[in-house]
């Protein structure tokens, strides 16, 4: 399992990696629903609110650098459509609501991250299953991660393969083509093992149902 | 794609969200009543799947670059309810461990991607594959649909983000324009990755996807459906810009209830004209927001169809009786 980049800081030795997972959870999304019923233009909640995320990311040791890139990436998208606001009247006023909008997703965003970088993914698994996802969703969850770390390891050998293989940098659309052709035997790769993996999992006793785990 | 929190209101989420569950409730009785020891692998496999195939850049020569969003590949390889479910284990993955998409928005992403994406965008497959036989159909309708979907999705966010500000701050019109414009990129990206992507496949291992050529023929009835499905979504995108009777309702709603002085005074001039204020543009005139939004519309199509008939192209064709003899 190389695809440690998946969870990274998640697996950190700080109080807030020691919380129940349950807490952490209900805490995010009372954030949430406190930043989404805070008014238009509260400056200071919003504040407020700013300080004690951040703070919060701070003592899980995650790092800032990693913070500010995962903001860069979302800033795009919400600024666009915070603008239409202003677009939608000329120009003339809506600037408030664009950078309410901003400040919402910013901080609820935070929080998320804060969440995910604090709790690996089986634990926050099971703390949603106790608070009542479905089972079979959960059952189906797990499948996938699991088999996340295969498929991506995987998807590494092919592309060590493609890498070795090419001795120039491709142009864009040569680029396009092995790109494509590497997703479609990866595609093929991975249903053919899903076959494998279902045969075996039938000769070991299975009937379409996790057994009840005491 | 994934909306984050803070764009659209606790209502909308929580309804979004419940049609979302009951979908996937529907989806899960689905697949349990068709082959449950295989679903549970094979979905979670095309789920793992997708996910790390948006891993893989497409890069268009700027700055950005494309990526697969896969809802209606996963629906074509696992059949509509199956596809629809693996979308839902996507976003779940990315949110749980990237924090992509919010929390509470879950649902309203699950609803656009999954149920819409997928649902609709196996509806348009199916609709193009039973008047296209064979791979042609499979590759034209898969493209087809992974550019609808995309639009699909594209149309509920706007719609979802303007009921999120019942106060009117935004124009329904000019949000859809702006996603619209983008989105019709975006759709063109994703159809031309999913088509490359079952190209490969159907000249590799056709069986993988002629499985469901064969089994999942709908019956006479189930394509009317189908069709009628499609063609609503396709209404609903494109002929809504022209359709000014809503916005001009809206405004006389607010006439009528006695709060457009109030209105006009907090909003400004956005009740009383839509005109979007771009140089060249007469502010008297609407109509140019509505011809953009259906050029869009247009555009994408022809360009994808034009996509479509070129990757048909580089498909090994099947020896028809006449070469045979002239071959022999």
Redesign the interface.
Known sequence: MRADFLDRYARGNTVFHRLNPRTKLLLVLLIVIGVLLTPVGAWPVFGCLACGVYAALVIAEIPTKYILQRIGLLLPPVLGLALSAPISRGFQGGWELAATITCRSLLTFSAGLWLVNTTPFETLLGAMARLGLPNRFVELLAFMYRYTFVVFDELARMRTGQRSRTFSKPGLFALWISNASLLGMLLIRSLNRAERIHGAMCSRGWTGRMPEQS | MHI????L??AVCVGTGTIAAGT?AVA?RKL?ATL??????????????I???Q???????LPVSGH?IGGT?AAI?LGPWGGC?AL???L??Q?????DG???AYGANVFNMGVVGSLGGYALYQAVRSRIAGPRGVLLGGMLAGWGSVMAAAACFCLE?WLSHPAG???LR??WM?MASFHSLIGVGEA??TG??????LV??PE?VAAQITSTNPARIGRFVWTGVVAALIVAAFAAPFASEYGDGLEAVAEEAGFASHATES????LNDYAL?LPGTDRESPLWGKVATAMAGLLGTTVVLLLGWGLCQTLPRPLTPREDVHAG
């Open positions: 984050p929190d803070g764009f209101s606790p996937l899960f349990d449950a020891s295989r679903t549970v692998p094979l979905t979670g496999m095309v789920a793992s799947l996910f790390a195939g891993m893989v850049n497409f890069p268009i020569g697969l590949l390889l479910v839902a284990l996507v779940f993955v949110m749980a461990l990237f924090s919010g929390w509470l983000f701050e935004f124009d000019k949000i702006l031309l990755i490359m992507i079952l190209s490969v496949v590799h291992r993988l909003t400004g001039p956005l204020p």
